[in-house]
């Protein structure tokens, strides 16, 4: 997953896109190498443009020896680009973040100053900014901090952050750079803002649904939510408004998407339902429980003296059968025998059109793989067998079917 925390490899919506990355003098630039590194493994090219106060923290051979480019340090260095036309990268750039951005930018950015080869830049260019503060917690909740950061969002300046936590100062506050996961999320979404799903809403399900038995057990599945997950990142990244309909899960929830959390299969239902309204597709890839026991235990069950213990289970709604609109329909089939003809009939049976169906028995495509190998399945009657693909690949493959209904 590419904010889930494994290092991204491609990332399309980052393939070849120039990226200009401003770092300024504040102890959290180690975290810009990190960005910087990840950036460029997911296809960016990326630009660094250091401050001098940057410089006395990290030195550009670092930043060169990530990206592979040259590193601008001085609006008057004869050996850059921008000695030649300073608003050069500015023009190039597909989106700029300055991560960490010092309250000393900050202030200069809000009031148009333009002094240094980044603040030059920042001031000539019409792509999206990314502005991610790191600083004390002091300096950050200072009036006048707090002022030019509005101002910034009010021109639509992207404000990522500053996390809590423990400072450079050894206190704790709100000061600290957010984590690289975090930022390439927005940078991603600021990129595909664009994409061929702009103005468009998209529903997804995730995870394995939880229906208690009493205060501590539940009845639930294997699912890890790791394609529900990848399908909303990738709908964000081409540019769709993204509502996520979420189990509890052991992932970061993909940043610039609208996150609901339900448990059960009846909360996720009503959430998805209510979502679905404004919905131009509605993606199901959770794995809901077909039964619930009728009646939950207010109190722990005790281990009794016998043989066992029988519980009473009904039937769960049907989400894709109940929740009806305009909207294209994707269900997801996860079986472990007789594939197609299940797939078939789930596609018929609920009215999709289109279902994802993979066999759960095989380990490259089971449950909590980054892997899946499946089948695609169309109310036109036509079947594509797919290879095995990572799940973010499987995603765009997904929404590249949903995109052509729409």
Known sequence: ?????????????????????????????????DLASKLTQAGALVDVIMTTSAREFVTPLAFRSITHRYIHTDLFDPDSELAV???????????????PATANLIAKLAHGLADDALTTTLLATNAPVIVAPAMDGGMYQNAATQSNLTTLKERGVVIVGPAQGRLASGLTGVGRLVE???????????????????????VVSAGGTQEPVDPVRILTNLSSGKMGYALAEAARDRGARVI????????????????????????????????????????????VADYRPAKAAEQKIKKEKGDGLTLELVKNPDILSEVKGSFVKVGFAAESQD???????????????????????APSSGFGADTNKVLLLDKSGAVEDLPLMSKDAVADTVLDRVRAFL
Do not use: Q
Not at 247 to 273: C, N, Q, Y
Not at 342 to 358: C, H, S, T, Y
């Open 85 to 99: 036309e300073h608003v050069a990268l500015a023009h190039r750039a597909d989106a700029i973040v300055v991560a």
């Open 180 to 202: 690289t996961p975090e930022l390439m999320g927005h940078i991603r979404a600021a990129l595909g803002r664009k994409g061929d799903f702009a103005g468009k809403t998209v």
């Open 244 to 287: 996520l309909v979420t189990t509890p899960v052991s992932l970061s929830a993909p940043v610039a998407v609208d996150v609901v959390k339900v448990r059960t299969a009846v909360e996720m239902r009503d959430a998805v339902a209510k979502a679905a309204k404004t919905a131009n597709a509605l993606i199901m890839a959770a794995a």
């Open 1 to 33: 997953m590419g904010e889930g925390g494994s290092p991204p490899t491609m990332i399309p919506v980052l393939h070849n896109k120039h990226v200009v990355l401003g770092v300024t003098g504040s102890i959290a630039c180690y975290k810009a190498l």
């Open 339 to 361: 594939l197609l003809k299940n797939a078939k009939k789930k596609l018929a049976d609920k009215g999709l059109d289109l279902i994802v169906a993979n066999d759960i028995t």
